[in-house]
């Protein structure tokens, strides 16, 4: 599902990524941990196709994304590539049904078709009757949920993960860990995390430990 070989990159004369050679399953979850400043999210960035490498081959659901013009990849990203972020980044002006609407309205879904899917996943998290409630009136755990559910309304092949569960509460990081995993069970997606959460990681089905830019096993 992503293969990646001998990615390098840089930021002026500091190399952040040595190298990286990986290839992750469909229906993996993988986490990525290391010290801070070992190149977790830099390498998040370009499997997400967030960033580009120096060097190096990039392989995403069978597609070497580094050749494609930036209309494609950018549609290629919001078709095949979901994210969740450690602090949500839902939009503050919009309600949850809208903010899970949003990458489906941004791939040309039609908004009836997009209101529908949305409303099923917010079902699927056991959200739906949050949906007209904007970010603001809902805790932190059900945030996150609801930025699960807008990383997964276009049925992506890949969701992304940079700290998830690092803003949440004990409660709260323990049942969006278990929503990975039943949303790998029933829908097939495979999951990359990056985490300093020790208890994440040692669920997950590998750990890939990243330091100073080069894999270690």
């Known amino acids: 599902m992503i293969h990646l070989e001998n990615i390098t990159k840089s930021f002026g004369n ?6 990286i050679s990986l290839d992750i399953a469909k229906g993996e979850v ?40 930036e209309r494609r990849l950018s549609d290629f990203r919001n ?17 949850a049904l809208e903010n899970v609407m949003i990458p489906a309205l941004i791939a040309g879904t039609g908004r009836a078709e997009a209101k529908d899917s949305a409303m099923d996943m917010l ?15 809902l805790s932190g755990g059900e945030q996150q949920r609801i930025a699960v559910a807008r990383a997964l309304i276009n049925r992506p092949a890949v969701v ?7 803003s949440l509460d004990t409660h709260n ?10 949303l790998r069970d029933r829908l097939g997606q495979t999951f990359v995390i990056v985490t300093h959460d020790e208890s994440l990681a040692r669920i997950t089905d590998r750990t890939i ?4 830019g080069r894999i270690f096993a």
């Open 79 to 95: 078709r095949r590539i979901g994210f969740v972020f450690q602090f949500h980044q839902l939009l503050p002006e919009f309600t």
């Open 160 to 166: 992304l993960a940079d700290e998830p569960s690092g």
């Open 209 to 212: 430990h990243l330091v100073d």
């Open 30 to 69: 993988v986490s990525i941990v290391g010290p801070s400043g070992a190149g977790k999210t830099t390498l998040l960035q370009i499997m997400g196709t967030l960033d580009k490498p120096d060097s190096g081959l990039v392989v995403i659901d069978g597609t070497p994304v580094g050749g494609l013009k």
């Open 123 to 137: 079902q699927f998290m056991g959200l739906a009757d949050r949906a007209s409630h904007k970010p603001a009136e």
């Open 173 to 182: 990081k323990e049942e969006l860990h278990r929503l990975f995993f039943d």
């Open 14 to 19: 500091l190399q952040v990524l040595r190298g």
